[in-house]
């Protein structure tokens, strides 16, 4: 089955700095990554996603870059704020309804 | 986007009694749902996919008769603990496929057994 390794598993950033957290997977057929982000005690919460075809796709603060080859994909946040501090999951799967797996998680720490 | 709504968000039960989480999708039909488990500060664990009409798929290691699974319709997935046993607190999140791939998920429900 599809084995998802993600890391750092906990990230500090000083406020308005970058953010750079990446995952790799195991399964050639998955083709379909998004990212969550969950804070405290709430449902995670899809903020991107990128389907094996692309390489690059970004939404205003927050970018997913994807290497099949290498099979790895990374979640870049820049000019970070405190309301960025969560738990963020990558995750990886084949669609079709097929299972996710996800990641460990990473808890980012936003510094004011 | 679309709305999954999980029912209880919190409940506390007795050792030995039985507790059922509905999970409903409110404006799409999803034909599949998944069940996770959630121990503080780790990450997502599939329990099981639920598919409409059919027996639920359940991951190695977890236990069909304790934790059982019903999804009736395209709108309604159901988890019972049954027997909870205190090892049974945890946090469990349902999902569900919308048509398009991506997954939608519920608030979660936070079950703890005296």
């Known amino acids: 089955g599809e084995n998802v390794e993600q890391h750092p598993s906990t990230l500090s950033v000083q406020e308005g700095d970058s953010a750079v957290i990446k995952c790799t997977y195991s399964d050639s057929a998955s083709n379909y990554f998004p990212w969550y982000k969950q804070e405290l005690g709430k449902r995670p919460q899809l903020i991107i996603d990128i389907r094996s075809n692309v390489g690059e796709k970004k939404d205003q603060r927050i970018a997913v870059t994807l290497n099949k080859t290498a099979k790895h994909f990374s979640l870049h946040i820049t000019e970070t704020q405190p309301e960025d501090s969560a738990v963020y999951f990558c995750a990886a799967y084949s669609g079709g309804y097929q299972k996710v797996t996800f990641g460990i998680g990473t808890k980012l720490q936003v510094i004011p | 986007g679309a709305v999954v709504s999980q029912h209880p968000s919190w409940v506390i039960c007795k050792s030995g009694t039985s507790v059922k989480i509905e999970c409903r999708s409110l404006d799409f039909q999803a034909t599949t749902m998944f069940w996770y488990r959630q121990f503080p500060k780790q990450s997502l664990m599939l329990m099981a996919t639920s598919n409409e009409g059919s027996k639920a798929t359940y991951e190695q290691g977890v236990e069909k008769d304790k934790f059982l699974i019903n999804h009736a319709s395209l709108t309604l997935s159901t988890l019972t603990v049954t027997s909870a046993h205190p090892e049974d607190s945890s946090f469990y999140i349902c999902?569900?496929?919308?048509?398009?791939?991506?997954?939608?998920f519920g608030e979660g429900s936070r079950l703890t057994v005296l």
């Open positions: 999902s569900a496929a919308h048509g398009t791939g991506e997954l939608f």
